[in-house]
């Protein structure tokens, strides 16, 4: 083999590998809208029979307090659908590929109304802690949900039931933003840490319930999309007590390629 014949298979190898990673980034935007489009389904589902058992009741009792009643929980259930609705329209409008923009404390509070149902389903309580009722840094809507949602799913997996989860939203200085999502859970050993940003490790033996889980690419494609803003990702564990993963984002300004950034992992 003669080096252009070399460098030749070399620049395809190059070109296919920029071909697969473009694939999988739009194979793991699919995958964040699946997990929306299931959850809603789920929360629709919910409302809807809400509002059906209610009507029926308040047709067979026709006394004013049970028709008060049924009415209220009605007017409530479609209050909800409404909320859904709304947070549905607003994550598709983060479905853009370009930086602008984003609100963390509105992402959150979004995201959270998505996953309300499987939250309560395994029994976990969420609290939210905003510094202001605003924190804006200009990045990837798309990206920064799917790594939410990642962040929160991994978080009630290392749960399993009845616990908590914190997501606080912060200034960090007059550059950087601070989301932090911190568990109850079980837990990384210290001798995991060092590889939990690795492509497919993972402390999970396979899909759980909800069919999620087991493949270890979640905090893989957490750190690349973080390190595609220029931010940096820092992850605190203790066994048996739980875990904190905090991300630093720019306030203003979005590389066009991924620069030097940093992670680190810290076992309490």
């Given at each position: 083999?003669?080096?252009a014949?070399?460098t030749d298979?070399l620049?395809?190898?190059?070109l296919e590998?920029?071909?697969?990673k ?12 699946g997990?929306l489009t299931g959850?809603?389904?789920?929360e ?7 509002v ?6 308040g ?6 307090a049970?028709r008060?009643?049924a ?5 409530d259930?479609t209050q ?5 609705t709304?947070?549905?329209?607003a994550?598709?409008?983060n ?6 923009p984003?609100d ?7 995201t959270l ?5 499987e939250?309560q389903?395994y029994r ?5 802690s905003f510094e202001?009722?605003s924190m804006?840094?200009h990045a990837v ?10 962040l929160l799913?991994n978080?009630?997996?290392a ?8 997501v606080s939203?912060r ?10 999502v ?6 990384i050993?210290?001798?995991s840490l ?8 993972t ?7 909800e069919g ?5 690419l ?8 973080v390190?595609g803003?220029r931010?940096r990702?820092r ?14 984002l720019?306030?203003q ?12 992992t810290?076992a309490a």
């Amino acid at each position: 083999m003669n080096q252009a014949t070399s460098t030749d298979e070399l620049e395809q190898l190059r070109l296919e590998n920029a071909e697969l990673k473009l694939q999988l980034k739009s194979m793991a935007a699919m995958a964040t809208l699946g997990e929306l489009t299931g959850t809603a389904t789920h929360e629709f589902n919910n409302v809807l029979m809400t509002v059906l058992n209610y009507a029926k009741l308040g047709l067979r009792n026709r006394d004013d307090a049970n028709r008060d009643k049924a009415l209220n929980k009605i007017l409530d259930a479609t209050q909800r659908a409404a909320k859904i609705t709304n947070t549905i329209l607003a994550q598709a409008r983060n479905r853009s590929e370009s930086p602008e923009p984003i609100d963390l404390c509105d992402l959150v509070s979004e995201t959270l109304v998505l996953l309300s149902r499987e939250m309560q389903k395994y029994r976990i309580t969420v609290e939210t802690s905003f510094e202001s009722d605003s924190m804006n840094v200009h990045a990837v809507g798309n990206q920064l949900s799917r790594l939410l949602i990642n962040l929160l799913i991994n978080a009630r997996q290392a749960i399993d039931t009845c616990g908590n989860i914190t997501v606080s939203v912060r200034r960090v200085d007059e550059d950087m933003v601070e989301l932090a999502v911190r568990d109850s859970g079980c837990g990384i050993p210290a001798e995991s840490l060092p590889k939990i940003f690795e492509s497919k490790f993972t402390t999970k033996s396979g899909p759980d319930a909800e069919g999620r889980g087991g493949t270890g690419l979640g905090l893989a494609a957490c750190k690349e999309i973080v390190d595609g803003h220029r931010g940096r990702i820092r992850v605190e564990s203790t066994v048996g007590v739980g875990t904190m993963i905090a991300i630093r984002l720019p306030v203003q300004g979005l590389a066009q390629t991924p620069g030097e950034s940093s992670d680190e992992t810290k076992a309490a």
